[in-house]
């Protein structure tokens, strides 16, 4: 993998920056176009590839995004469950995967992308600043990355990843690992979950349309409380740090 900055290497040429710059944007259209052609039916291309879309722009996350996804194939296609999760899981992950490489790879110029310099620059004085107070963190940071990349948090997906790995000061190369793992590990728990709920859902829709939606929107209260509850939990224990720094 590429040299870190600082030290003398084919990627630290103008070609290699350019190779660098490019190589994601290579993969990932490469990865769209083996999902088109494979796949028999397009409209499976189109679902997988709107829930990818999605993803992609926040503040959709893989805890949304895939059983959505996973929903919207299970209640169109008959596909098997093996790859049902694996199409839909995997390109997801697949995203964090492209995106965090290319962040790594390519920080100083994702920096002066208009909004998300801004978000990053903001991230980055967050991490510095709790690095300061846990210095036990970068003792662990290989596995603290995949954990942030494995939870459905908002922000905790390839791009947060990335820039938790470079304030923690983690190679490069192990940084993506990390995220890799992460990515994989947490999209296809989602997908496994997801999927069987889906198909526990669609069979009560199947007997009855209002207990199917009685139960969807039970399902969705309980998800919006319980993210609600753990955002509110962590700005409250943010302000209290705080206090007790002044």
């Known amino acids: ?19 660098l710059f490019f190589l994601p944007f290579l993969i990932a259209g490469s990865y769209i176009y083996l999902l088109y052609i494979i796949m028999y039916d397009k409209s499976v291309f189109w679902i997988v ?29 008959n596909l098997s469950t093996l790859a049902t999760i694996t199409l839909v899981s995997g390109s997801i992950a697949f995203v964090d995967i492209v ?12 920096k002066a992308i208009p909004y998300l310099g801004g978000w990053i620059e903001k991230f980055e004085n967050f991490g510095a600043k709790k ?8 003792k662990i940071a290989f596995v603290g990355v995949a954990l942030f990349v494995f939870f459905p ?24 690992l990390s995220i890799i793992l992460g990515a994989f590990v947490g999209c296809f728990m989602i997908g496994i979950i997801s999927f069987y709920l889906s198909g526990a859902v669609l069979s009560i829709f199947k007997s009855s349309v209002f207990q199917g939606l009685g139960v969807l929107v039970v399902i969705i209260a309980m998800f919006i409380f319980f993210y609600y509850y753990l955002e509110e939990r962590s700005a409250m224990l943010e302000l209290k740090e705080e206090k007790n720094e002044a």
């Open 99 to 110: 995106t965090s490489y290319f962040l790594l790879y390519n920080f100083y110029i994702a």
């Open 1 to 19: 993998m590429v040299e870190e900055k600082g030290e003398t290497g084919f990627f630290d040429t103008l070609w290699g920056r350019i190779i």
């Open 131 to 138: 690095m300061k107070e846990k210095e036990w963190i970068s």
């Open 153 to 176: 948090f908002q922000g905790s997906g390839g791009v947060g990843a990335s820039i938790l790995g470079k304030v923690i000061g983690m190679d490069k190369y192990k940084a993506w």
């Open 49 to 77: 590839g709107t829930g990818m879309f999605g993803y992609f722009f926040p503040p959709a996350g893989k805890e949304s995004v895939i059983p959505l996804t996973i929903g919207a194939l299970r209640s169109q296609f």
